[in-house]
């Protein structure tokens, strides 16, 4: 609904029942028609939206289009057994070792283990190194670079 249709009706409503009363109409009932036919005005708007993508121009669908990394992880993602292919384990340790370092953790380094453990929190580093990832370590470590984002920190 627009702004400007909806404060032209309000504006008629008020001149609507200022025309009633001035025509012997009760003001309770003259407010209250004017009400109505601003409602009923208004109507159309809210029955009948204008559909967003009704101007635009047809794309059509490039059939020999490859598929994106999204679409390749997401289908590394097996709901059936739980587990995460090696392209999403890959992907998320990646990234988590990069706001490690960020930080001035190196992941590889023994020294610096129970810093790498202590930061994301648990032992989400190492369940990301195993063959057999569960969908639930992944999310785990969505979380903890979500937590460990550069963004959140300047806040």
Known sequence: MSWWKTSFVAVAAAGATVVLSALGVELPFAIGWALAG????????????????ADAPHVPADRERRATEISRMAWALNARTGLAGERVTRRVRSILRHRLQGMGIDPDDPADRARRDAVPGGDVWDRLAGQNTSIAAVERALDAIDRLSPTKEKK
């Open 38 to 53: 601003g409602a009923v005005a208004l109507l159309p708007q809210l029955a009948l939206p204008v559909e967003p993508g």
